[in-house]
């Protein structure tokens, strides 16, 4: 949550500032500020609102050239989305400009010590308190880099900040704890930010920043030290993307033009991994020997929201696949209950970003009980991918829109992956040629789903005033079913569940009333022990009690027209890889539904894309 920027170097800082955050708005987007250092004074604007707001702001009042600066847009947690809560705040007399990402717990602590030397505060905000204690601290010292080093150790909690001082115009501070923060390294030029979409058009030389590590940033250069600070050595990786994947390309919104691209998601991921003959090979796994592998007993796998669902599938397939036990948990859960977890446990931790803290808090806990921990994620140099034995990266490139579609059907696709090599890790290969054949083919249909899809816009249209929709699935087509009535409450802001079928005469029935919208996602007729009829009779005891019927089917099942009011088509491919497919059709009807309510599909209220605070 929370996009930061910070910027070194020749050219203008507001330019490079605004380009960043415009880049990271889909972090946070209540609220956004820069300050910037010229001419020896700090100069700041912030505004609550869309970054848009801001630009009309210095539209018409423009601040004076600089080569430094630090930028934010927010996603509010303490204090409300207003002008004075908005970073970057300042302190000591515009002495000290401050920005931050995360929540710093013990601030209450620190806010009543600073007012009771006489220090008075502005802002509802915990990030107030850094800057204030750090003005604080900067009188009694006048050394900057110690008084920073002072309060990094002084703040609890999880934070990255940024920090310029006006008695020093060539140096960005910067601090990490359990938020991230990655640099970017330029010709004559540094960069700061949450992620490498802050500085992307300008270099794709980058270095994460290690937990508990202080950045010191000039033009010249920069250097890494520890908390303690000592020295440290970081390695560089190549963004292997570049500035133009995260613009609309000529669509209508980030997130019609990331669900066109679940085809490439998905064909990037299984590439350099399939063979023709549907052999699978993982040179990931090299911090995961077959001993390793063969000595797992239980499979976990933990993540959040729409991971957890991609999660729920890869559990399908690795138990079908490799016949390992496998369990999936909410990360925000896991560690609060005392779960069994020792040397036998693989977990497996799923997060697009990389930096979801309560997954990283999960499989941090889950590593001191001895478990070996793989990673699916989609963040070059994300702290998951770190902090973990092994690490299976979904390709499915930037992100943009909020609500995720193409990383979604990347991350289901890794976890076919990840099954496929387990299974021939441990000599199950009965079924590893088959799947992994028609895993090459998932990219083609997915395409297809996209041609085949049929006007979900008119049927938007028809349900904009709905209020509610229920969602049911079975088997694989149930986490399908939770996954579509996600991504409904996340664009639309309606009433929306997903159930698996057979509970439906359990409870959720009592729901079914004359006009409510059942979507169900209907399972294969062909599946060997078959849940169709099941589903067939759910349909059937939904339309008795007046409700209207959308499906989405396999090609060729043309007895599911008979009871459904509208149907969407699928190709044909095994059961067990159908969620790739029929999540399609779920994506477009969410984003077109959200669209004929007049709605922002890419940036939904009070969401923001990586969730970096407990």
């Known amino acids: 949550m929370c996009g930061i920027v910070g910027y070194v170097g020749p050219k203008s800082a507001l330019d490079v500032l605004l380009g960043g955050l415009r880049r990271l708005e889909y ?123 002072s309060v990094a150790n002084r703040l609890q909690g999880a934070f990255t900040i940024l920090a310029i001082n006006r008695d020093d ?13 990655v640099i970017g390294i330029g010709e004559g030029e540094n960069f700061l930010g949450s992620d490498v979409a802050a500085f992307v058009d300008h270099t794709k030389k980058a270095i994460s920043v290690g937990q508990d590590q202080i950045v010191k940033l000039r033009q010249s250069g920069f250097e890494l030290m520890n908390f303690a600070g000592e020295e440290v050595q970081a390695e560089t990786f190549e963004v292997n993307w570049d500035a133009s994947a995260a613009s609309k390309g000529g669509w209508d919104s980030f997130m019609a033009k990331e669900i066109s691209e679940e085809p490439q998601a998905v064909g990037d991921t299984l590439m350099g991994r399939l063979g023709a003959d549907g052999d699978v090979e993982l040179t990931e796994f090299a911090g995961l020997s077959i001993a390793d592998i063969a000595g797992i007993n239980r499979i976990i796998i933990t993540a959040c929201g729409t991971a957890a669902y991609a999660g729920e599938v890869a559990k399908y397939a690795i138990e079908q696949l490799a016949r390992i036990p496998v369990s999936v948990e909410l990360a925000h859960e896991l560690r609060y209950r005392d779960p069994v977890i020792d040397e036998n446990t693989l977990v497996v931790a799923i997060s697009q970003s990389g930096e979801t803290m309560d997954t990283l808090m999960a499989v941090r806990y889950a590593t001191e009980r001895g478990a070996k921990v793989l990673s699916i994620c989609n963040t070059q140099g994300a702290t998951l991918a770190r902090e973990s034995n092994a690490t299976i990266y979904t390709h499915a490139g930037p992100e943009v829109a909020v609500a995720s579609t193409k990383a979604f059907s990347a991350q289901i696709t890794a976890g076919y992956l990840l099954a496929l090599f387990l299974a021939k890790a441990l000599g199950k290969t009965d079924q590893v040629a088959k799947v992994g054949k028609e895993l090459l083919t998932l990219p083609r249909k997915v395409k297809k789903t996209l041609e085949m899809i049929g006007d979900v816009k008119a049927l938007a249209e028809e349900l904009k005033s709905t209020e509610s929709v229920l969602f049911l699935g079975r088997n694989v087509g149930f986490p399908i079913a939770m996954e579509g009535a996600l991504k409904l409450k996340e664009l639309s802001y309606i009433h929306a569940e997903g159930f698996a079928a057979g509970e439906l005469k359990h409870g959720p029935i009592a729901l079914v009333e004359a006009g409510q919208v059942v979507i169900v996602i209907v399972p294969s007729p062909s599946a060997e022990e078959s849940l169709h009829a099941k589903v067939l009779a759910n349909i059937q005891e939904i ?20 009871y459904a009011k509208r149907v969407f088509y699928t190709p044909k491919t095994l059961p067990l890889l159908s969620p790739v497919l029929s999540v399609v059709p779920l994506h477009i009807f969410s984003m077109e539904l959200a669209k004929a309510k007049g709605l922002d599909v890419d940036q939904p209220r009070n969401l923001a894309k990586s969730v970096t605070v407990e």
């Open 27 to 149: 972090r946070g987007y209540d609220s956004a500020g820069v300050s910037v250092i010229s001419e020896g004074e700090i100069l700041t604007r912030k505004k609550a609102g869309k970054l848009s707001v801001l630009t009309e702001e210095l539209e018409s009042s423009p601040l004076s050239e600089a080569s430094i600066g630090i930028g934010h847009t927010r996603w509010a947690t303490h204090g409300a989305p207003t002008d004075g809560n908005a970073h970057p705040h300042t302190a000591g007399d515009q002495q000290i400009s401050l920005i931050h990402n995360g929540i710093i717990e013990n601030f209450s602590e620190i806010k009543k010590e600073l007012e009771a030397a006489g220090v008075e505060f502005e802002s509802e905000t915990d990030t107030e308190v850094a800057a204030q204690l750090l003005a604080y601290e900067y009188s009694k010292t006048n050394d900057f880099e110690k008084s920073f080093l």
């Open 543 to 562: 339309n008795a009690r007046g409700a209207e019927v959308i499906a989405i089917a396999e090609s060729g099942d043309v007895e599911v027209a008979n």
């Open 169 to 181: 115009p060539d140096l960005v501070l910067a601090a990490r704890r359990n938020s991230p923060l």
